[in-house]
């Protein structure tokens, strides 16, 4: 292992999950800076992503994989100060931000290197903190797995999160037909429409069926993006074209309780999900690589950006998870480590 000249100390401040429960439950903490090992760097963050897993993983409702760390946080921005041995692709001083299994409520981590990219030209550390779990999120299920295509229509639900945010920056920037978000308040409403939607719908007050059905003249949505899960299921296969593909990302609202499958029979419906950070990191690195050539040019050309909502001090993320579970924002919510 490398280490420049540059002091890393033997302590760093952290976030850990005390037990499981509401904001409250993450708590300041001192832990030992991680060493990288063969193929891994250590990164002193300079901002952290917050999303959806990690709240989870303070409910107590999604554990790390193995070997990964307790701290949450799967997304980074910072510096490489110590490389471990065989990496070959970065060196100390560069600025990166990197995808992480765990470990990211911190001021150092450890990432793989394949899982590492350098910071995308003309971004900020806040701003490319935003995107590795959530682009790469996206990417994954509706590209990838969700074989988007110009001219499909697409429904992406909780279109003001992080991930309705990429998700519809990017349907908008491949030449979607038609792109449908449901929103919560005239805020999102009109955040969602500047990023690109032809339509959004305030959920408590419209019907997104119906919604959907009307903005594609009664065809229905090619792709449904759903992070909802619980009575959005059944809706969603109503919403759904011929031959349409509903994409599970999440399951905010939990089980899907009653679910009539024959209209997937009769529409011929593909209804997939997966998660990312269970993926092996080879699994990553091919979908990094993917981003980085279709994506990447177009942050690059300012044509697509993280949307930051706002941003927290490392040590309030429990303010920041507090603000999370309002669903009020749009966009991303950032831990800062005040460098």
Not at 275 to 294: M, V, W
Request: glycine share 10%.
């Amino acid at each position: 292992m490398h280490f420049p000249s540059n002091n890393i100390p033997e302590m760093m401040t952290a976030v850990e999950i005390t037990h499981p429960g509401g904001p409250e439950v993450l708590v300041p903490t001192r832990r030992p800076v991680p060493v990288p090992g063969p193929g891994e760097l250590l990164i002193r963050h300079q901002a952290a992503g917050i999303n959806g897993p990690d709240v989870f993983q303070r409910k107590g409702l999604y554990d790390p994989p193995p070997g990964a760390s307790d701290i949450p946080g799967l997304e980074v921005a910072g510096e490489v100060v110590a490389i471990g041995a065989g990496v070959t692709r970065f060196q100390a001083g560069d600025l990166v931000c990197a995808l992480i299994p765990g470990g990211g409520y911190a001021e150092y981590g450890v990432a793989n290197e394949h899982n590492t990219l350098y910071l995308p030209k003309g971004l900020r550390p806040v701003e490319a903190a935003a995107m590795p779990e959530t682009f790469m999120t996206v990417w994954l299920n509706l590209f990838q797995r969700g074989q988007f295509k110009r001219g499909d229509s697409v429904l992406i639900h909780g279109g003001a999160s992080g991930i309705g945010t990429a998700a519809t920056m990017l349907s908008k920037a491949f030449g979607a037909a038609k792109i449908i978000t449901t929103v919560a308040t005239a805020a999102q409403r009109d955040a969602s429409l500047a990023l690109g939607a032809d339509y959004a719908v305030n959920y408590l007050e419209e019907d997104f069926v119906d919604a959907a059905m009307r903005v594609t003249d009664g065809k229905g949505v090619d792709i449904v993006v759903d992070i909802i899960a619980g009575d959005y299921v059944p809706r969603n296969y109503a919403a759904a074209a011929i031959n349409g593909r509903i994409v599970q990302i999440g399951v905010i609202k939990g089980v899907a309780k009653e679910v009539d499958l024959f209209p997937m029979l009769t529409k011929r419906l593909t209804h997939i999900g997966s998660t990312l950070r269970s993926r092996s990191p080879q699994d990553k690195a091919d979908i990094i690589r993917e981003l980085e050539a279709r994506v990447w040019p177009l942050m690059a050309a300012g044509a697509v950006k993280p949307v930051i909502y706002r941003t927290y001090p490392l040590e309030q993320a429990r303010a920041a998870h507090e603000l999370m579970d309002t669903g009020t924002h749009i966009g991303k919510i950032v831990l800062t480590m005040g460098r």
